[in-house]
């Protein structure tokens, strides 16, 4: 049985996870600990048990420097495709990928044919199992006092070919993990005022969709 | 600072977090619990800070019958497709709907044009954004020592033909929870020797994929 305490901890560790892009140059993470982190994120739930996780560590510098690479080229293409927010949107820092002390691509394996869960929403029920573990990860590393953020700027192309994936495998997640000079108050894109998240009760509705609200 | 205890206790969560199937018939989850479930649910990462879930909470008995009926005839579609192993398929329980004592339905909303970190992957990154606030939702309720069991066996239109969503919104998960007996020991697709699940060890690559090898 889990106790109130056991809760208190936990929610304050949801709530003090966050998406980071500023590192610990020169860091590193032991390797019993990089361990712990996966293991979480491999005890996610998923799809038929279909386990469609794959994680692929960087340890070569000239790859980790090709990856950046990448993700600085999708980046350009973002602030092109913001318009006039472009100008913005590059003052923001949106990766810590040279600095971080583990560099990891999470991939979505091929189809192995599952059925069970996921006859209707195949891709879907895949990518969701893949997500939940990143989320696992992510806590895991919180809770190691460790930083870790998502990076989803990149052509999942470009990526799969620099990693040598099969062609039906797809690279879901760059993922930047380490010590962190200190973890941020709030969301970094609201304390740089580009965005600020909405309350849980707009989120919330009722048996069927309201006629007119929330269509954003 | 988390300590070495904390992270003792949210391995073990991890570790406990079942998708159960049985739940205790005439049971209730208290509105202050579920509120701090879903408040859990909506402090998850989301790209570009979209937040695009949506939680349809079900207390329309009727609905959640149709629902019910719904799944009931996507689990008969599951059998045909599975051939040979769908008479082992119809002994397995697949869901708790008409037991568990809360039934929500976690829809991913409308797309809201969020370029950023989603121009090339923007329905991927919207539900990878999801089912992370799920994963936060379904530790949330271990921690309360409620079970939760994601149900994804249906037809999405039909669903969101229930719910009466917009076209351009889709049901992900059926989310059954509340008290249940007990807790599995172990994934019940592993009890029931429908699947086992591999080792952490398969899941793991360095640097690039390896040429003949975990294709599945």
Redesign the interface.
Known sequence: ??SAQ??A???Q?????R?MRHFTPGASVAPEVLR?L???A????S???M?P????????TS?RRRIAELVEA?RL??CE??GERGDA?MQLK?EGIRECAELLVV?L??D?GT???????PK??A??????A???L???A????LGMG???????VALAHE????DT??P??ILCLGPVPQFYDA?M??LED?????S?DE???????PPSA???
């Open positions: 049985m889990f056991d809760r901890a936990f929610h560790l949801v709530q003090a996870r998406d712990r996966l293991q979480a491999h005890h996610a739930p799809v038929g048990l386990q996780w794959r994680f692929v560590r960087i340890t070569d790859l999708e293409k973002t495709a913001l949107f949106v991939v394996a091929p192995d059925v069970f869960g996921r006859r209707t929403m879907e029920m990518l969701c199992s893949v997500a939940c990143i989320q696992n992510w806590l895991a919180r809770v190691e006092n998502w990076v989803s700027m990149f052509d999942p990693l040598q994936l099969p495998a797809q879901i997640a969301p894109l609201e580009w965005r600020h998240g909405r849980l989120m919330l509705l009722t048996n069927c969709w929330l269509r954003g």
